[in-house]
């Protein structure tokens, strides 16, 4: 985590240096609010964290659906028999 600043949000350069840390909320709450009031007084940061958070929320979405039983099995089986070949 990065430790608090005075340093003030110079432009695109930090926030896009910073950006999944920023993200993944990783930066001390200070810098933080830097970076946000940075994407959210220029159009080109703003574009770039309404894209991850648009993508974040398809993974989300995506990672909730559960695979059918029957892939369960067939991996449960492959893996058996991967055993059973490296035991011999």
């Known amino acids: 985590m990065r430790e608090a600043s005075d340093d003030a949000c110079t432009g695109c350069d930090d926030f896009v240096t910073e950006f999944f840390a920023y993200m993944d909320n990783e930066l001390a709450v200070e810098r933080i609010e830097i970076l946000r009031a940075h994407a959210s007084s220029?159009?080109?940061?703003?574009?770039?964290?309404?894209?991850e958070l648009h993508l974040r929320g398809i993974l989300r979405r995506a990672c909730i659906e559960k695979a059918p039983s029957t892939l369960r099995e067939r991996i449960v089986t492959q893996i058996s028999m991967w055993q059973v070949s490296v035991a011999k």
């Open 42 to 51: 220029c159009p080109h940061c703003r574009q770039l964290e309404d894209a």
